[in-house]
């Protein structure tokens, strides 16, 4: 496609059940990024792949947070056992170099919302 | 770590007049600054960047900001305010290596008034 692609656009979750969010970056980008949004809040890093290979994951706010990219493509961010706190928009990032500096561009996110 | 501060959450101003988003960064190596704008529903597209060279950068929609390394700050601004520029914008900084994450202010809102 043209652009970073999210899927679902929104989720509701029950409190405790486990979700999970795709990305489809942008063909033949080697970075992809996951950023979670709070609301009135920047976006803040959770994590990042160059390829499959998941170089930073500092963000991840804690172990029931997990992302994949296993053939350097798409990426998963699962969530497990989801709580209210979780309630967020959780955006894909994707960069065709590995330089800072280089443009990112964004996904419209999946706005997750937890009951 | 790096850091971007944004004071103040909202900005209106008038269709046609001057816009001025204020940015102050923290870094303590030289900083890659950046400003995204984000439309309703929409994802983050950016505006304009800066990486090295010229303090002075032009963006897209008529937006520039200049980068002041004694100030800290990178602010961004456009002469002459339009209907369609009212959304969030958001300033980032990164700093050089592979990993490219950015850290994000937390946005201030514009409107522009008729």
């Avoid at chain 1, 798409?74 to 500096?101: F, H, M, N, P």
């Avoid at chain 2, 002469?79 to 946005?107: I, Q, R, W």
Wanted: charged share 15%.
């Amino acid at each position: 496609g043209a652009g970073v692609s999210q899927s679902p656009r929104y989720k509701v979750a029950k409190r405790g059940q486990d979700v999970a969010l795709r990305c489809d970056p942008i063909s033949g980008h080697v970075s992809l990024f996951w950023y979670q949004q709070a609301l009135g809040q920047g976006p803040e890093f959770l994590t990042y792949f160059q390829n499959e290979a998941q170089l930073d994951k500092s963000g991840l706010p804690s172990d029931r947070f997990f992302a994949e990219r296993p053939e350097g493509s798409v990426s998963t961010l699962k969530i497990q056992r989801t709580q209210q706190e979780d309630s967020a928009v959780y955006l894909c990032a994707s960069s065709l170099g590995l330089g800072s500096g280089t443009e990112a561009f964004f996904g419209q996110g999946t706005r997750l919302t937890v009951v | 770590a790096q850091s971007v501060t944004q004071l103040g959450s909202h900005v209106s101003v008038s269709e046609g007049a001057l816009v001025l988003l204020r940015c102050n960064y923290s870094s303590s190596v030289p900083p890659y600054l950046f400003w995204y704008v984000q439309y309703p529903n929409q994802g983050l597209q950016l505006l304009l960047k800066y990486t090295t060279g010229a303090t002075l950068v032009k963006g897209i929609n008529g937006f520039e900001a200049e980068f002041k390394k004694s100030e800290t700050s990178f602010h961004l601004t456009k002469p002459s305010a339009h209907m369609s520029d009212a959304a969030e914008y958001f300033c980032a900084v990164s700093v050089y290596g592979a990993n490219s994450k950015l850290t994000f202010g937390k946005g201030i809102t514009l409107s522009v008034r008729p």
